[in-house]
């Protein structure tokens, strides 16, 4: 079973995502399991504030490094040996690669920072790792969070039942080096407004249709590649 601890300030962000799709399935089959946290319980009352104005000025707010330190120190208490990853647009960006490896662990504590970003000294004592998704910014970690997750949990033994899929998409060791994207798609109607399916693809031959698929993968990285 993977084990997933989340730590957020918004823990209903994920209460949709945890009931759909593959994700709700690996949960219902024991594959995984995930607890989400919020950081706010770990702020002293009333107001449980979490944030705080920056030293040295600057716009925005800074969370706090108390609060979360005592969260990931919480979660690392039920997941002793899971990685600390902060989602953050400062880490190294994630990749098929990344998904691979973080797949292959048995415990995972996603941080999900909010603000302008949470206070050095929370990284410096309890985060063990930085993600991006992208040279951009969002609102918080909570989607890049289910991002990593998803893109992590498809790879898991079990979890989708034709691994030939992952086998042969985009990024995977079978295409190329690893560095491609998938090739083009169809399927029925052969004919829709006026575009066919690719000949080659209703040849029934195997060989020319893999040939096929490897130039048309190259073709599309490249163009990619390019933009």
């Known amino acids: 079973m993977w084990k997933i601890e989340i730590l957020t300030i918004f823990p209903g962000i994920f209460e949709s995502f945890l009931k ?23 702020s002293s ?34 997941q002793p ?6 989602l953050s647009p400062g880490g190294p960006r994630f990749t098929q690669a990344k998904a691979k490896e973080l797949s292959e662990l048995n415990s ?30 969002v609102m918080g970690g909570e989607v890049p969070a289910m991002l990593v997750m998803e893109a992590s949990l498809r790879l898991r033994p079990d979890v989708i039942h034709n691994e ?5 998409e985009s990024f995977s060791p079978a295409l190329g080096d690893g560095s491609l994207v998938e090739s083009p798609q169809y399927t029925r109607p052969e ?29 599309k990285t490249s163009k990619l590649r390019q933009q």
């Open 164 to 168: 030939e899929s992952i086998a042969f």
């Open 108 to 137: 995972i504590i996603f941080v999900c920072g909010r603000y302008e970003g949470i206070d050095q000294r929370a990284i410096d004592l309890a985060i063990d790792e930085e993600l991006s998704i992208g040279d951009f910014v």
């Open 191 to 219: 004919e829709y407004r006026g575009k066919k399916v690719p000949d080659i693809l209703l040849s029934g031959n195997h060989k020319a249709i893999s040939d096929w698929r490897l130039a048309e993968s190259k073709r």
């Open 45 to 78: 009352p009333p107001h449980h504030k979490v944030d705080d104005s920056p030293y040295g000025g600057g716009a925005g707010m800074v969370m706090m490094v108390e609060p979360l330190v005592k969260a990931i120190e919480s979660a690392k208490e039920r």
């Open 20 to 42: 759909t799709s593959l994700v709700a399935k690996a949960i219902t089959r024991g594959l995984l399991a995930v607890k989400t946290t919020d950081i706010r319980d770990f």
């Open 81 to 86: 040996s899971a990685r600390v990853i902060l």
